[in-house]
């Protein structure tokens, strides 16, 4: 009977032990409950928003680019878009095979479409084809029934409607890659362009804009079922340029099928007004996505389309450099103004000839008629007295041997040499017929046409210190411009030169001078040799450049500015193995200078004949030394 107790009490026991863990677990089971409902009611809740809404970014429009004038050179145009969705083709392979009858579909291009679709989920829409015309949507559209998922989607792509002709100015935009920075969650979206060269790339993120966001709600599975919420990004900044596309497109058209380069400043403020590099590529290609034919073409090109030669193709500057190698020895002392040297067609330096251009001479000369005639032996008796270092350090006072930085990538700086440069360089000291020779611009001197163009600038706007620039200067900055420490009597002199270079019969650029309503212009020319030529070829002469394979021409290059009595417009022109300053880039500057005149309301053509006649060296109203 006791036994009997004892195990009734120990089942009770047991039972309470089991109906207390019950108890426990079950106020357990409600705490939390509690603690999920109530405490993490909101957090599970936006969990659960998160599974059903899926929130995606929206492009902005990229900024507008302008030129000076409020002329578009850089927009946004409709991008049909032709979009494949695989669930709703009951036959991947049919629908290709018909979209092929309409419009042509490379293999290549094929390929891609079929590796998207097993990649993406089935509902994905996957491109088939961009840059769709209107022609092309109605033939998609009428054609419809037999394409079945082909759908034509529309968006913004950018389009420059100049083309080639703004190049090299406003560069293009292409998709982000690897290397791109990721500071923007827009450089994340699939497809998305930013700018890779040119004021694409320097305005990037002012162009660029802020992304807005769009709440879709979505299934399970990520299908879009209705619109929630739409918040529009901000559209890219406004950019305007000090580009005009009228002088822009002139430059460019008088190039032909020449290669080279031409920058046009304005001579007080340094705004570019033309900025040409010639053979050009179309920027709209990149944008759309260029194919390996297309590539290949531009790669393979020996006149290289893809250089900016403006700002990184470095050249001798030939007689152009006469102008400084005429300032550094009037400012040391070095000549005169009425210095006179005699030219007999060449000069001996130990046991080496150096010749002038000119077969019979010059006969006596001063620095004036020396620019006039473009005399070599009078420069290399001038350089050969002045030394490397001096005209190295005059060279360099109006914006040579340095970067400008305008913004656009790949910029050179050129080379001035002297003599520490050339003891670093090679471990040599510097030789007398070195000096010689970078007196007219030959040697390792290397210039760019846009340094060129900085050096017109300077000389003739009296020693200001202008520097390039696609974007306009305030009244302050156009006021506060430093001044070059020069006598403004010896860029009188050299003006003087220059323009007896154009406007006077027998001189180098004679043919390429314009009397516009009494405004001309004036210059000098330059050739540069890019082979030796043998003592054979000088005294037989045969040298007629347009005889020879391109790539052995000289280049040829001019500077010049205008009008000649108030200079406001400067250029440089450089025309690759042209054959001649005077005979290819003379011509191509005059009708640019021309053509600025002409739409420069300004300038109505007040006629000034204080510099008709040469200068009277006893009347200078400076001091010559």
């Avoid at 004892?6 to 019950?22: A, Q, T």
């Avoid at 409020?70 to 946004?76: E, K, R, S, W, Y």
């Avoid at 390792?444 to 706007?461: C, D, F, K, S």
């Amino acid at each position: 009977m006791n036994r009997d107790n004892d195990k009734g009490k120990v089942l009770i026991s047991r039972s309470l032990i089991v109906g207390i863990g019950k108890f426990v677990l079950l106020m357990v089971i409600i705490v939390r409950l509690y603690y999920l409902q109530v405490y993490q009611a909101d957090r599970y809740k936006t969990l659960a928003d998160e599974n059903r809404i899926s929130t995606r970014l929206l492009v902005p429009p990229r900024g507008l680019i302008y030129d000076r004038n409020g002329v578009l050179i850089a927009t946004n145009q409709q991008n049909f878009q032709a979009l494949i969705v695989a669930e709703q083709t009951p036959n991947l392979q049919q629908t290709l095979d018909a979209f092929k009858k309409i419009m042509p579909l490379s293999e290549s291009e094929e390929e891609r479409i079929k590796k998207e679709i097993k990649r993406k989920r089935s509902f994905v829409p996957i491109k088939i084809k961009d840059n769709l015309s209107w022609e092309e949507v109605a033939k998609i559209q009428l054609n419809a029934p037999d394409l079945p998922g082909i759908i034509i989607d529309e968006g913004l792509s950018r389009y420059y409607p100049y083309g080639e002709k703004m190049a090299h100015i406003l560069g293009y935009v292409s998709s982000v890659s690897d290397k791109d920075v990721k500071d923007d969650p827009l450089l994340e979206v699939p497809g998305f362009k930013i700018g890779k060269s040119g004021i694409e790339k320097y305005y990037e993120k002012k162009l660029r804009g802020k992304g807005g966001n769009l709440k879709l709600e979505v299934n399970a599975y990520g299908r879009v079922m209705k619109e929630i919420e739409r918040k529009d990004g901000i559209p890219g900044e406004r950019v305007d340029l000090t580009i005009d596309a009228r002088l822009q497109e002139k430059a460019y058209d008088l190039f032909g099928e020449e290669s080279g380069a031409a920058v046009l400043l304005d001579v007080h403020t340094g705004e570019i007004l033309a900025f040409v590099s010639t053979p050009s590529y179309d920027p709209n290609l990149f944008s759309q996505g260029l194919n390996n034919e297309q590539w290949n073409a531009l790669v393979n090109n020996e006149k290289k389309p893809l250089s900016n030669k403006a700002i990184s193709g470095q050249y001798s500057p030939g007689s152009t450099f006469k102008i400084i190698t005429a300032l550094a020895a009037l400012e040391s002392g070095t000549i005169k103004p009425d210095t006179r040297f005699f030219c007999a067609a060449k000069m001996l330096l130990g046991t080496h000839a150096f010749h002038c251009w000119k077969r019979s001479g010059h006969g006596y000369l001063n620095v004036i008629e020396a620019i006039k005639h473009s005399c070599d032996i009078f420069f290399y008796e001038t350089s050969l007295r002045l030394g490397i270092d001096k005209l190295a350090e005059m060279a360099r006072r109006f914006g040579l041997g340095s970067k400008i930085d305008i913004g656009l990538e790949n910029e050179k700086a050129g080379l001035i040499p002297d003599r520490a440069w050339k003891l670093r360089r090679f471990g040599e000291s510097w030789q007398q017929g070195e000096s010689l020779i970078s007196g007219i611009g030959q040697g390792y001197i290397l210039t760019t046409p846009l340094q060129l163009a900085t050096m017109i600038a300077r000389v003739v706007n009296g020693g200001y210190e202008v520097k390039p620039t696609f974007s306009k200067l305030s009244d302050y900055d156009r006021e506060h411009l430093p001044r070059i420490k020069i006598n403004p009597a010896y860029l009188d002199i050299v003006k003087q030169g220059m323009y007896e270079v154009v406007n006077v019969p027998g001189a180098t650029a004679y043919r390429s001078h314009y009397d516009y309503n009494g405004i001309k212009m004036g210059g000098k020319t330059g050739s540069t040799q890019v082979r030796r030529i043998t003592m054979k070829e000088r005294q037989t002469r045969i040298l007629k450049q347009e005889e020879l394979p391109w790539r052995l021409r000289d280049h040829g290059l001019f500077v010049g500015y205008t009008p000649v009595d108030n200079p406001k417009y400067a250029v440089a022109v450089l025309v690759e193995h042209g054959g001649g300053g005077a005979s290819a880039a003379a011509p191509i500057a005059s009708q640019i200078l021309l053509e600025a005149v002409k739409l420069d309301p300004t300038l109505k053509g007040v006629r000034d004949d204080r510099i008709k006649e040469p200068i009277d060296m006893s009347l200078l109203p400076y001091p010559a030394e």
